[in-house]
């Protein structure tokens, strides 16, 4: 089995991005409004980034010796559409962080393909932030 620090953090960040995607697809139903429409359908799109995050964690946890353990977190998101860019810019923000150090982590750990895919969704994490700033202005 690998590191258990390493299995927990896959975990904290598989809760993370399984409460993200869970929070997208609720945005994305309940933004009306022309003015916030393109804000919608990036909230619409960035879901299936999100799961397939989710679906990599989970699959890696589990070739990794764990089990993946599922405790979203569901509070509603806020009614104001600038509440939830603010919001998630920061969420995803710390996204970033957290899959800079299980990069980190997973290198100590001699795990190259793990390393890379971390730093990848890193990218997708900042990637994510900087379209919302743009959304927000
Ligand atoms: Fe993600
Ligand atoms: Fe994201």
Known sequence: ??????LNKLN???????????RYMLQGALIKGAEWEAVRQMYLAE??????HAQYLASKIVMLGGTPSLNPDLTPPPNDVKTMLQNDIAEEQADVVGYTEL?????AEGLIDLKMKMEEQAADEAAHAEN???LLG
């Not at 879901?47 to 397939?52: F, Q, Y």
């Not at 990069?103 to 290198?107: D, K, N, S, T, V």
């Open 132 to 134: 919302m700033q743009r």
């Open 1 to 6: 089995m690998a590191n258990q620090e390493l």
């Open 12 to 22: 904290d960040s598989l809760n993370r991005e399984v409460s993200t995607f869970l």
């Open 103 to 107: 990069a980190e982590l997973a290198e």
């Open 47 to 52: 879901v299936a980034d999100e799961v397939g």
